[in-house]
C-alpha cells in the first residue's frame, strides 16, 4: 500500500529534551516536505525537500532541522523543544515539487511541558 | 506574506443539497491549486486539484478557479453526512504549498 509513515503518534515531552519524529514515504517520491497544524492557523510549512541531500526552509523553520540522507526518509528534528512547538505535525510526500498535491502521514501530536 | 484564506464556517447544509466552498489566494504566481479533505483527527486527503481557468469535475466535486480573481472555489453536488469535514484550499507554485486554514462543512441529514 502506498504511504507515508510517521512515528510517533503522540509524543509528551519535557522542554529542552531533543526529539526526532520519523518519516518515511514507499512511492519513490522526490519531494517531502513537513508541515504543523495549530487551531485557527491552519498548515504551516517547515521545511521541505526536493531530493536527496536538497532541503530548504518553509515559512515556520525556526528551531527544528531536517535531513535527508535517503530518498524515502525525511526525519523531523527538535534539538530544545520549547512550549511553543506544541502542535500537531504532518509530513507529506509528492512525486517532484508540491505542484502535484500530497499524500500525507498520519500526523504526530507533539505536547511540549 | 502569501496567504490563502477561507471563511471557516461553519457551513451547513441540507443532506442532498450543494455546498460550495470558496477560497482566495494573494500570489499571483500560484499555478497549481488543490482542495483537501480532513476529517477530524485525521490527515488531510487530497480530493481535487486544478492548474487552469475554469472547472474541473470529479464525480460529485466540481473544481473552479479564476485566475483573474485570484478564487478557488469547490462544488459538492447530492452532498452527504459523510461529506462532514474540513475542506482546506491549497496554492502551490515551485517548491511552497500555501494553505488556508480550512472550512469545516456540516451536511444535516
Not at chain 1, 3 to 13: D, G, K, S, W
Not at chain 1, 38 to 43: C, R, S
Not at chain 2, 56 to 79: H, P, W
Request: aromatic share 12%; proline share 5%.
Amino acid at each position: 500500500e502506498a504511504q507515508v509513515t510517521q512515528n510517533p503518534r503522540y509524543l509528551i515531552t519535557v522542554t529542552g529534551k531533543k526529539l526526532t519524529v520519523t518519516c518515511s514515504q514507499n512511492m519513490n517520491h522526490e519531494y517531502m516536505s513537513w508541515y504543523r497544524q495549530d487551531p485557527g492557523l491552519g498548515l504551516r510549512q517547515i521545511y521541505y525537500s526536493m531530493n536527496v541531500e536538497v532541503t530548504d526552509k518553509g515559512d515556520v523553520p525556526e528551531g527544528y532541522k531536517v535531513s535527508r540522507k535517503e530518498k524515502r526518509n525525511f526525519p523531523l528534528i527538535l534539538e530544545s523543544p520549547s512550549p511553543n512547538q506544541t502542535s500537531l505535525y504532518f509530513c507529506a510526500s509528492s512525486p517532484q515539487t508540491g505542484n502535484y498535491g500530497y499524500t500525507f502521514g498520519s500526523g504526530t501530536r507533539l505536547t511540549v511541558v | 506574506q502569501k496567504e490563502v484564506e477561507q471563511n471557516s464556517g461553519p457551513l451547513s447544509v441540507p443532506e442532498g443539497a450543494i455546498a460550495s466552498l470558496n477560497c482566495t489566494y494573494s500570489d499571483r504566481g500560484s499555478q497549481s491549486f488543490f482542495w483537501y479533505r480532513q476529517y477530524s483527527g485525521k490527515s488531510p486527503e487530497l480530493i481535487m486539484s486544478i492548474y487552469s481557468n475554469g472547472d474541473k469535475e470529479d464525480g460529485r466535486f466540481t473544481a473552479q478557479l479564476n485566475k483573474a480573481s485570484q478564487y478557488v472555489s469547490l462544488l459538492i453536488r447530492d452532498s452527504q453526512p459523510s461529506d462532514s469535514a474540513t475542506y482546506l484550499c491549497a496554492g502551490g507554485g515551485g517548491f511552497k504549498t500555501i494553505f488556508g486554514a480550512g472550512t469545516r462543512l456540516f451536511v444535516k441529514a
